[in-house]
């Protein structure tokens, strides 16, 4: 009987220790791709305006010279883009909006950056679309900003919090 305490007091804490490890690694992975992202827009900067690469071949190359945990969403939207012949990107850039959300963590106001690169890419020249790439990463940089406090606070809070409620649990069991 004292074994079985002993283990379910076990399982209770390792459970609610992963839990708050869990939520608090989602703070630094929004930073960390957020950075990776903002790698990926300042390669996709260089290969349109300075390389003046046609669209299609300057996604695959931030795919290549990306961080593959970000720069798989330009393949993902040159793939669109080509499959369905669209002439605006910005739907192509739509159907990454879940992957924006769910894998790299990204908060709305991220992803809603992100798509106001897509509404004017490839729709001025490029004197105009070097102004807006300069734009879209300054209001990264301010993400990039919250999302480092963000870290900073709460993931070393949730972390704690999931050690304390198991801790806590274990104690009105006992």
């Given at each position: 009987m004292g074994l079985l305490k002993i283990l379910s007091a076990f399982c209770i804490f390792i459970t609610s220790s992963a839990i708050g490890f869990s939520y608090g690694q989602t703070f630094s992975l929004r930073f960390e791709n957020l950075l990776y992202l903002e790698h990926c827009i300042k390669i996709l900067e260089t290969e349109i305006v300075y390389g003046a690469t046609p669209l299609p071949e300057a996604l695959a190359n931030v795919k290549k010279k990306g961080k593959p945990r970000v720069s798989f969403i330009f393949d993902d939207i040159r793939?669109?883009?080509?499959?369905?012949?669209?002439?605006?990107?910005?739907?192509?850039?739509?159907?990454?909006?879940?992957?924006?959300?769910?894998?790299?963590?990204?908060?709305?106001?991220?992803?809603?950056?992100?798509?106001?690169?897509?509404r004017v890419l490839g729709s001025s020249d490029r004197e105009d679309q070097s102004k807006i790439f300069k734009i879209v990463l300054a209001q990264l940089?301010?993400?990039?900003?919250?999302?480092?406090?963000?870290?900073?606070?709460?993931?070393?809070?949730?972390?704690?919090?999931g050690i304390i409620t198991g801790l806590g649990i274990i104690i009105l069991l006992i």
């Open positions: 793939r669109d883009l080509i499959s369905n012949k669209r002439e605006a990107i910005y739907h192509s850039f739509l159907t990454v909006e879940e992957k924006l959300h769910h894998r790299l963590h990204l908060k709305k106001e991220d992803i809603e950056i992100f798509f106001s690169l897509g940089e301010g993400q990039l900003d919250e999302a480092k406090l963000e870290k900073n606070q709460n993931a070393k809070l949730y972390r704690s919090l």
